[in-house]
């Protein structure tokens, strides 16, 4: 029922929205079922110790181009995985440079970071007690995952068409910050929308959304969307003609608490499916101007890294994490002679028209930086974490220095030899203040 007078909202709200300038945008969407159809081991918990055995909800990658005025085209892909495995980005990047001449910048990969999807082809997956039978599966998996992608993408620009294009901020409250003492420190609540509707206003062909909390209301052996999957399901039930797409915002240090059963997973998703509705049937924002996007890697520096004897110690007497990393990183120095002292970053900045500053940050980042980045850059900023490349937690200064799981100790399970060195947040915040200003140039 609560719907049913969303919809008839939505319609009315659009009926009274038509601007002449609507038709300049265009806007294309694509979906594909990406749940495991092998048992496979899952990731996001370095405990399991066994494959899946089960489904509770399907994983999806869906793709989303937006396309201005000029024919500037913009590509945001979101995936029910726990990462954005780098090698699956070099894939994905070259192959729409070679097909639809899109670069780097324009393209933004992000995941849900659900702790009940398949593990990936990437580092975090050496947490997990693998033999070479279950690496295989992983790596066919990986290798059908890219190749569905790209399908996607090439499925999402041929799906462009005129649209009408709307922006607006929600409110959902179930993140906690979960670092001690628990539910005290800061949180980021607010729900970023992006809101396609047909170009007659009919329909709603899409939605793009974010928040910024752990998917981890769940840690069974099921691959489940988690609150995020529960969220767009609930929305294209609603909406048939909708493709819903989620990204995680600067949610590393915030989980969605209580937590642990289907039916809280459940909850939280309506939540946030009301938020994303409530924004959905109000009058936001039309976009007006055009699309700018801008892109840079930057080199962010380890703190003191250890020698190849401490290594070699932590192989022998070390705990099982502990081996897997060393030998990754004696690995290393075996290539490459020493370990490498930094790690590229990726930090993202689109502009949407006069509408928004969206800015998309790699990493599982805390929720310091979109609070400090929506207060320097003003209103109409959107901060996106875990995007194009989750290599690490990203702490803030403060939570660096105070230390914990997300300050530095989680490092073991990325298989990176130390903790970051302080400086990492105002490297940061500096590179998205110098981006912004490319994207705002006329
Ligand atoms: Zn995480």
Not at 421 to 441: R, W
Request: a neutral charge; glycine letters at 8%; hydrophobic letters at 40%.
């Amino acid at each position: 029922m609560r719907f049913q007078f969303y919809c008839a909202a939505f319609l009315m709200a659009s009926s009274t929205l038509a601007h002449a300038d609507d038709a300049e945008w265009k806007a294309g969407f694509a979906k594909v079922n990406i749940t495991p159809t092998k048992p496979m081991w899952m990731s996001g918990y370095g405990s399991r110790n066994k494959p899946a055995d089960g489904l509770t909800s399907d994983l999806f990658a869906k793709a989303a181009v937006i396309q201005d005025a000029n024919g500037k085209r913009a590509l945001f892909i979101s995936t029910d995985l726990i990462g954005v495995p780098i090698k699956m980005v070099h894939v994905i990047e070259a192959a729409i440079k070679k097909k639809h001449g899109l670069s780097r910048d324009q393209l933004m990969v992000t995941c849900s970071h659900t702790h009940s999807g398949p593990a990936l082809d990437d580092l975090l997956s050496y947490m997990l007690v693998m033999n070479d039978e279950d690496w295989a599966t992983v790596r066919a998996y990986q290798f059908d995952l890219n190749r569905k992608i790209l399908g996607i993408i090439d499925e999402a620009i041929a799906d462009l068409k005129p649209a009408r294009i709307a922006t607006g901020i929600g409110k959902t409250d179930f993140a906690v910050n979960r670092r001690p003492p628990i539910g005290k420190g800061p949180v980021d609540h607010e729900v970023p929308v992006l809101r396609v509707q047909s170009a007659d206003g009919t329909k709603l062909r899409g939605v793009i959304f974010g928040y910024a909390c752990h998917n981890t209301v769940l840690s069974f052996y099921k691959w489940c969307g988690d609150y995020a999957g529960f969220a767009t399901a609930d929305i294209e039930d609603r909406f048939p003609d909708c493709v819903a797409l989620f990204h995680t915002g600067c949610g590393a240090d915030q989980n969605p608490l209580p937590r642990r059963t289907v039916e809280l997973a459940q909850k939280y998703g309506r939540m946030l499916s009301k938020a994303v509705a409530d924004v959905v049937a109000d009058d936001m924002q039309p976009l007006r101007g055009s699309l700018s996007t801008t892109f840079k890697n930057v080199d962010l520096a380890f703190d003191r890294l250890p020698t190849k004897e401490e290594i070699s110690e932590r192989l022998e007497k070390g705990s099982h994490y502990e081996k897997a990393r060393a030998k990754i990183l004696l690995a290393q120095i075996e290539s490459d002679g020493k370990l490498a002292a930094t790690h590229p970053y990726p930090i993202q900045v689109w502009r949407l028209g006069n509408n928004v500053t969206w800015v998309a940050l790699g990493g599982e980042i805390v929720v310091d930086y979109s609070l400090r980045l929506k207060k320097e850059l003003g209103p109409g900023t959107w901060v996106t974490g875990y995007a194009n490349h989750v290599m690490a937690y990203i702490p803030s200064e403060r939570v660096l220095k105070e230390g914990g799981y997300e300050g530095g100790s989680s490092m073991l399970y990325y298989q990176l030899p130390s903790k970051w060195k302080p400086g990492l947040e105002d490297q940061i915040v500096e590179t998205v203040h110098a981006l912004k200003k490319i994207a705002s140039k006329p």
